[in-house]
């Protein structure tokens, strides 16, 4: 990916809610996608390396459509190691790969703060890809 990498980040699932189908009964096949898709609030935690390093946690408010491809809708904090909050705002996508083990994540990134430090996060568009297997999910973010 082009661009300056700003940081890269770990997280693992720390809590799921469902709205009608568990997740579980769909990635068992017990349960097909219902047509109208579905809705799961994950939370998560982590911590992110690089640039911006810090504690990673948050909420994707993802919906699964029928065809299996995910929509994102991410709302998280980044609390820096040196004492600031940022603000993460992200939308994109997810393709589960053929195997269906191992899910490939495209992000599209704002960061908001109004720190001086990290003002430059501010004005700058971040592309972010990574994947996600047995309950862990692996990004890298590029500042363009």
Do not use: C
């Not at 909420?59 to 904090?77: P, W």
Request: hydrophobic residues 40%.
């Amino acid at each position: 990916m082009r661009g300056e990498k700003i940081y890269e980040y770990t997280i693992e699932i720390t809590g799921l809610t469902d709205f009608g189908v568990s997740m579980e009964a769909i990635m068992t096949g017990r349960q097909p996608i219902p047509p109208q898709g579905a809705r799961f609030d994950f939370t998560f935690e982590g911590r992110a390396t690089g640039r911006i390093a810090g504690r990673l946690h948050g909420t994707d408010y993802y919906h699964m459509r029928a065809d299996g491809r995910g929509e994102l809708n991410i709302r998280a904090v980044l609390e820096t190691d040196d004492g600031h909050r940022i603000a993460l705002t992200a939308d994109g996508v997810t393709t589960p790969r053929a195997d269906g083990a191992v899910t490939d994540l495209f992000e599209n990134v704002q960061l908001i703060t109004a720190s001086p430090d990290y003002a430059w996060v501010n004005a700058r568009q971040i592309w972010a890809v990574g994947s996600s297997a047995d309950g862990k999910i692996h990004v890298e973010a590029f500042m363009q």
